[in-house]
């Protein structure tokens, strides 16, 4: 068996991997946990020695990163080079901040000192989208190496190139080899991996299907998970907001990505009384949209990651159109090499419809008007999945008081939802459950030790 890797701009084939064979997953996972023992005994000053050096290295061949990410997974190279630079900083911050997050945590008891201090588990391994694809993995890999853990990396079979390169930069940056490795495995191999008693813990991105598979097998061999299932994210805007400013950011919330990313604004909520501003702006907005070759820096819109996505979206689209909802402006596919779908806009959303129930992946934006902020937030909350929200409006106090009542894992108001390595990241309902990022992202993975002293 191959993995494959594509080009969806073109639909032609790059290069093809083998796949691990059982030997070489056993020689792999044996230097990892051997590799354990030593890294998580290396000086933290000296590891971030090493984070340091693999942050320049990004930013020094950003351009060269970014274009492997565009031909592999179609986002526009602009975006792609951005991803690449977001992973810099996220090695820059936990270089710089991991030592203050893993410090003794002191607490007064009856025993003459008591205290919780944070080990690493062991080996963690991650099973990653495509989506971001370097993103996404550094993200856990970053924080878990850090703290001492070991980082083993199952990417999305889509984008071996990309899973390949990072273990490269790794190993450019001289970490030691064992320390962060990548497994060009089929998905048949990745329960024999969860349940092997070397590997401590597990960290999965993907659908929610994939998602409860991973923490039955995961919570049969009592290993801690973290799960980020995809999200169906409200972008509410109420009556008194800056409608002008809000189409401005909804254009990127929903078609960042081309619309393939988890905290995408996926559902428009917006109040009946700028409904049709907001109708109106948002079009105009999506008119002049370039749509084209995602190796050209003036295009906004490039293809879909894959045919199969394409179809889902476009058979999402046909559904919800059947049972009653209007297209504002796309709605098809585009003829042609690659997997492109025009940008499109959806009214006259009702329950029932995949618009409405399902998560959209790709650049679909469903409309859906409410009559105040109450009923929008029902709407909001109207959802399996819980991962975040956007919220417009100039009331901050009236915004802070919703903020408690969505029922997601982050709330943005008057921005877009984002992540950003100094805040917790994650969902709650079927968007999956512990967080990435931040110094809660971090402890996700250590051993939280009481040591008590008389």
């Known amino acids: 068996m191959t993995l494959q890797s594509i080009n969806p701009a073109t639909g032609e084939l790059i290069q093809e991997f083998p796949e691990l064979t059982t030997e070489q997953i056993e020689e792999k996972l044996h230097q990892a946990h051997r590799e354990f023992a030593v890294w998580s005994q290396v000086l933290m000053k000296d590891r971030k020695k090493y984070m340091l050096r693999l942050a320049d290295i990004l930013k020094t061949r950003k351009k060269e990163l970014g274009t492997l990410l565009t031909q592999e997974m179609g986002k526009p190279i602009t975006q792609a080079v951005s991803e690449v630079e977001k992973c810099a900083w996220v090695c820059e911050y936990y270089a710089s901040e991991t030592e203050n997050v893993l410090q003794d945590e002191l607490i007064n008891t009856d025993a003459l000192e008591s205290f919780v201090r944070f080990d690493p588990l062991g080996v963690i391994f991650a099973i990653m989208p495509w989506n971001f694809a370097f993103w996404q993995v550094m993200r856990f890999a970053v924080p878990a190496v850090m703290a001492g853990n070991i980082g083993v990396l199952k990417h999305a079979s889509n984008v071996p190139q990309s899973a390949e390169m990072i273990e490269h930069l790794f190993l450019e940056a001289e970490f030691p080899a064992g320390v962060f490795q990548n497994f060009l495995i089929s998905s048949s191999q990745v329960e024999g991996i969860i349940r092997d008693s070397r590997v401590a813990a597990v960290t999965f991105t993907g659908s929610e299907f994939a998602g409860s598979k991973v923490a039955e097998e995961a919570g049969s061999e009592i290993k801690p998970t973290v799960l980020e299932l995809g999200g169906s994210d409200a972008f509410i805007v109420l009556d008194d907001a ?25 559902r428009f909520i917006v109040l009946r009384k700028v409904s049709q ?55 098809n596919r585009i003829e042609g090499k690659g997997f492109f779908y025009t940008p499109t806009i959806l009214i006259d959303i009702q329950p029932g419809m995949p618009a409405y129930d399902e998560e959209i992946f790709g650049p679909v934006a469903p409309v859906i008007v409410v009559e105040d902020a109450e009923q929008a937030i029902q709407v909001a909350n109207d959802t399996k999945f819980g991962l975040g929200a956007s919220l417009w409006t100039r009331n901050i106090e009236l915004a802070k008081a919703i903020a408690k009542r969505l029922q997601v894992g982050s709330v943005f108001i008057n921005g877009i939802v984002k992540s950003d390595p100094r805040l917790p990241f994650g969902g709650i309902k079927k968007s999956g459950y512990g967080r990435e990022l931040s110094h809660y992202g971090m402890k996700a993975f250590m051993n939280i030790k009481t040591v008590w002293i008389q």
């Open 277 to 331: 501003e907001f109708l109106r702006l948002l079009k105009r907005r999506y008119e002049v949209l370039k749509i084209g070759d995602p190796m050209q820096e003036e295009t906004q819109i490039g293809p879909l990651a894959t045919e199969s996505i394409r179809n889902d979206l476009a058979r999402q689209v046909n559904e919800s159109v059947t049972k009653g909802a209007k297209v504002i402006i796309g709605g």
């Open 242 to 266: 800056d409608v002008e400013r809000a189409c401005d950011v909804a254009v990127m919330a929903r078609l960042q990505n081309n619309g393939q990313s988890c905290i995408a604004a996926k």
